[in-house]
């Protein structure tokens, strides 16, 4: 599959950050292989290797050009779901548990970011979630509620406070300080580099696992170009491309859409350019970059496939630059790069995280949803726990056998 088209902004603005070789030879002895050079891999191998396990990083493309090419990377603490529809989903407890999970994940990639001198890549920022419609604006209550309740840091803003950000058509919004703006690619490739360096990482690119057969013994991995990869465990992060290594689907393909400005005037921008999306869906949201442009995303369609989705571009171009023209009246905009991606999406919104019933030593890492980014560290930290031996509540929530 092609994971996107168009002109991801981070690989237009980083160009090629690393490569590495293909694999050339069996490899008979791994103590743990990691499927998946992307944002998901890279967490991994960070938190693998320095808890000293030996990694072997696998992927088929060139390094981390899937989705994490393509990611608009906007972290945030509040998830695609909302704290009440995930309470009516499962519980409140349950509702809760997965928030704390998601607030700690955001600090946690920034001291990352800290620890691997890529502070660069990052920028801590407020986040502000838009009531779309009148509906909207009710959830919006009553998320605000609710997370209170629960000692979550989040304010109610009306009307009168949204006109300091220029917003003048929405009635409320809840806004934090819990987000993060980030280079994806730049990030995973830094990660890898620094995982390397540290001597516990090998990679090797261009080179596709075909085949994936586990025990409680080792996994057995065969490649496209008929070499055998055994290792005691693998960490499963292909990204949406999940289907080939598990006995049944267990997500719905969306196609999605994202676009950069030119640079603008400094004054162009809204109070702390902080991140903004909006209570309906299909969403559309915003961020900005360094060097002054606004990036935008969203109206995402379900997946048919890639001629499909590709068709749309044109269309949606306009209808991004329209949604945000309907919220900044003021900005003169046009788009210099223009991209799309197809993403997976779960019901509940939540990743699948750790073994998959009656596979032995094979650990997922699959961080579906719009919060993919943070979903990856949690992966990353579960699985590292699971493989030292050490309990993590974590698995619970987010293990493919979760109950509603
Ligand atoms: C337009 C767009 C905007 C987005 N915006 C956001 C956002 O704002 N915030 C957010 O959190 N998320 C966002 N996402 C989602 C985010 O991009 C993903 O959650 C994240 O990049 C997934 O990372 P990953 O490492 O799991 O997958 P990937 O980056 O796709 O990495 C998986 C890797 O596995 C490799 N692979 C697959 N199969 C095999 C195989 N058989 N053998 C070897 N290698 C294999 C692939 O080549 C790939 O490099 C967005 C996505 C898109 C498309």
Redesign the pocket.
């Known amino acids: 599959m092609d994971?996107?088209s168009g002109f991801p902004f981070w690989l237009v603005k980083n160009g090629l950050l690393a490569d590495y070789p293909a694999l050339q030879s069996d490899l008979q002895n791994e103590e743990v292989v990691i499927?998946?050079?992307?944002?998901?891999?890279?967490l991994a191998a960070y938190e693998l290797c320095k808890a000293g396990f030996r990694c072997t990083m696998?992927?088929?493309?060139i390094l981390?050009?899937?989705?994490?090419?393509?990611?608009?990377?906007?972290?945030n603490y509040e998830l695609d779901i909302s704290l009440c529809d995930l309470a009516d989903l499962y519980s409140e407890d349950f509702a809760v548990a997965v928030y704390k999970a998601s607030l700690a994940s955001v600090d946690k990639i920034q001291r990352i970011a800290a620890d691997t001198a890529m502070d660069e890549c990052l920028e801590r920022i407020p986040s502000l979630y838009l009531s779309s419609d009148e509906k909207g604006a009710q959830a919006i209550e009553q998320e605000y509620a609710l997370r209170r309740k629960h000692g979550f840091p989040v304010e109610l803003l009306g009307k009168e406070q949204l006109q300091a950000f220029r917003i003048t058509n929405r009635t409320n919004a809840l806004y934090h300080h819990h987000a993060i703006q980030l280079d994806?690619y730049r990030m995973t490739v830094g990660l890898i580099q620094h995982c390397v360096k540290s001597g516990n990482l090998t990679v090797y690119t261009r080179?596709?696992?075909?085949k994936l057969e586990s025990s409680d013994e080792g996994v057995t991995l065969q490649t496209d170009k008929g070499y055998t990869v055994k290792a005691r465990f693998v960490i499963c992060?292909?990204?949406?491309?999940s289907a080939?290594f598990l006995p049944k689907q267990v997500m719905a393909l969306n196609s999605?859409?994202?676009l950069v400005t030119q640079p603008l005037p400094e004054d162009a921008f809204w109070k702390e350019r902080c991140l903004i999306w909006e209570t309906k869906r299909p969403y559309f949201?915003l961020r900005t970059t360094k060097d002054n442009r606004i990036m935008m995303?969203g109206g995402d369609v379900s997946f048919k496939d890639e001629t499909a989705r590709d068709r749309l571009i044109d269309e949606k171009e306009v209808w991004l630059l329209k949604e945000c023209k309907t919220l900044f009246p003021h900005l003169e905009i046009s788009a210099d790069f223009v991209?799309?991606?197809?993403?997976g999406d779960v019901e509940d919104g939540l990743p699948f995280i750790g073994l998959y019933p009656g596979m032995d030593n094979v650990y997922f890492?699959?961080?579906?949803g719009?919060?993919?980014?943070?979903?990856?560290l949690i992966a990353a930290e579960v699985i590292s726990n699971l493989l030292k031996g050490e309990p993590d509540q974590r698995a619970q929530l987010f293990g493919f056998d979760r109950k509603k």
């Open positions: 994971l996107h499927i998946g050079s992307g944002i998901s891999g890279s696998l992927d088929k493309r981390s050009s899937g989705s994490t090419w393509a990611s608009t990377a906007q972290l994806a080179t596709n696992v075909t992060a292909p990204g949406y491309e080939q999605t859409y994202a949201y995303g991209w799309c991606g197809t993403f890492a699959l961080g579906y719009g919060n993919g980014t943070t979903y990856s």
